[in-house]
């Protein structure tokens, strides 16, 4: 249990970001009820470790927690889905008409469906990239890898998105992103 202090500045540090921290969950998971449970998870997780913080960017340390939990959640759930690199004859999507592109590129379903269709690793660096805002920096530090590697998967991950969504719809989906 934290002491009155520690818990008053968990509150103030650490429960502001519980909807990325849920975001997080819901987008590498893909099930709202599941994200919910994980990152409840996770933010009791670092409640109790919260003593043993000590500064730094707080919503990286918490969205490394949320992660960590995703994937032990999936590791005991789907370990062929964490292991099966990224093989573009198995994720190979059919090219769609021009109608069908534009379309695409408005539809907010769409663009979920296309990020869905990413391997978790890819779908993971683009959220924390495009939708939650985190640096190549913090990226690196809440996925425990080289920024580099967070620089490419985040190039291929955006390159694979726009052949999903046609090519010309990709800039359109990045900023509905």
Known sequence: MLA????????????????????????????????????????????RFFG???G??????????????????????????????????????????????ALQARDRAKLRDALEALPVRAREVIVLRELEGCSYKEISEIAGIPMGTVMSTLSRAREKLAQILGGSGAKEASSEL
């Open 56 to 101: 730094g960017d707080v919503r990286a340390w918490l969205l490394q927690i949320v992660r960590n939990s995703c994937y032990t959640w999936l590791e005991r759930r789907m370990p062929v889905e964490l292991v099966t690199e990224f093989n573009e004859e198995l994720h190979l999507v059919p090219s769609p008409s021009p109608e069908t592109i």
């Open 4 to 47: 009155a202090p520690d818990k008053t500045r968990f509150e103030q540090l650490v429960l502001p970001h519980v909807d990325a921290a849920v975001n997080l969950a819901r987008w590498l998971l893909r099930n709202p009820d599941d994200a919910e449970d994980v990152a409840q998870e996770a933010v009791l997780r670092a409640y």
């Open 52 to 54: 043993g913080f000590r």
